[in-house]
């Protein structure tokens, strides 16, 4: 959904709103100085996070983790386990909504990803229908109205771009990928240490 021209007032308060986001999140790289972190304990926070809202949709997870394709990642350890939160409420939302039999999430690390490690996360729901560029562009939704703010994907990009690394959305032949995982496939993409 793209905000219609005669909703000025709207787009003040989304606008006051993403000032008030970066405002935080930087305030969180100041506080929080970037450190070393194993991406396996990121994807397991999350997880532990998450748990609660995993089962109350009757989600189930694969944790893709191992000890041979985990990687260490110098982050500011907040803002990713934010960002990736962020990915998995999406898919949350979107497996709830759209309802497959048996909803799943893959999540996992991967050591190289066009030359660099990601954290991938993966489900059976419908999958993406724009191009990157399109769904990163700040108060950009296809949720209907009143679901989402359309910043979500934005912020998750300039966490990573933070970072030095880049947002993904890897083509499903591009991953070894479990069974079923066949819509939404999106990646944290670490630079190379």
Known sequence: RVLKKGN???????????AELTEGYSFLIRKDKPKK????????????????????????????CTQENDFDVVCTKKLILGALMNILDNSIWWLENKSPKQKTIYVSTIRDLEGAPAIVVGDNGPGFMDDLEYLVTP???RKPEGEGMGLGLHIVNQVMKIHGGSLLLPDIGDLPLPK?????IIALKFKRE
Request: glycine fraction near 6%; charged fraction near 15%; hydrophobic fraction near 45%.
């Open 37 to 64: 972190n194993k991406a396996s304990e990121i994807v397991r926070q999350t997880l532990f996070n998450l748990e609660y809202r995993f089962t109350a949709h009757n989600i189930q997870i694969i944790n893709g």
């Open 139 to 141: 108060f950009i939704t």
């Open 8 to 18: 000025l007032s709207r787009s003040r308060v989304l606008v006051k709103q993403l």
């Open 180 to 184: 079923g995982i066949t819509g939404a």
